[in-house]
């Protein structure tokens, strides 16, 4: 929920900047939301049995594709120069 303004909004201008910027809070919020249900759930979230462990492994891939977060965020600060 906390990354959909910015990705609609990137949808909508296809700004370099907004891109990256949607990109580096879409990856970092499902990060964050699948470390959160880890905690909550605990050791069964690495399970195989429970699809927590499905959702965090994608949520990894994400953060990484296409270049870390450090990497979208010199994006984000060059578009705004």
Avoid: C, N
Avoid at 50 to 66: I, M, P, Q, V
């Amino acid at each position: 929920e906390f990354a959909r303004p910015l990705v609609f909004g990137a949808a909508t201008t296809m700004a370099p900047g907004d891109i990256a910027a949607a990109k580096v809070t879409a990856a970092e919020s499902a990060y964050g939301a699948a470390r959160a249900a880890l905690q909550l759930h605990g050791a069964i979230g690495y399970t195989a049995e429970f699809d927590l462990s499905l959702w965090l492994t994608k949520a990894r891939a994400l953060r990484g594709a296409w270049g870390d977060p450090g990497v979208w965020r010199g994006r984000v600060l060059a578009a705004r120069e």
